[in-house]
């Protein structure tokens, strides 16, 4: 039996010891190759780019390019083949996040996250899902989506959602809610394939690439709310 190929991975940090620990943590990992280390943004984009890793981990501070553009030029709207970077952010910089998810970002994790944690981050992004820490994210994009002006402020569906059946405007509502596949299921009293469909579904139907996109839309049509990051 062939062994799986291990996760390759791309380690992105200007601050050396918080690199040489990233390391050390995927290193350890056996399903886990770290393919390269960048410590700017410039550095981090052409690496990428020439060794086109499963996960880039990425932060957002970083020299001469941030961590935000250079996710746009790894995962933006406008790359032909977008790679998936995790972003690794703090509290105190958090008005960045909501930008690093519009560039393209696959999901984001605090960089107090237990290495544990940051570990099963790079494999859930590796899966090709998008990670979102519920409370961070009704923390976060609850708080900076109000940038934005909505498409209504009612929470009636406009433009792509109504496309959307009524049932799938309520996943879509726990979604940007922060809630798991698992914690719908619960909610909504479905098995947990039947919302995994209903997330496939409406990821196709508004031509979203993952979760995170949905997460941006809903606040940004305002199908939930800027004001408290709660759906309506």
Known sequence: MTAARPIRVLVCEDQELVRAGYVTIFGAQPDFEVVGEAGNGHE???????????????DIRMPLLDGIEATRRLAGPDVEHPMKVLVVTTFNVDEYVYEALRAGASGFLLKDAPPAELVRGVRTVAAGESLLSPAVTRELIGRFAGRL?????????????????PRELEVLRLIAAGLSNAEIAAELVLAAETVKTYVSRILAKLDLRDRVQAVVLAYRTGLVSTETGQHS
């Open 44 to 58: 981090a984009v052409d690496l990428a780019q020439r060794l086109r890793p499963d996960v880039v981990v990425m």
């Open 149 to 165: 002006r909505p498409a209504t402020s009612t929470g009636q569906p406009s433009g792509a959602l109504a496309t959307l059946t």
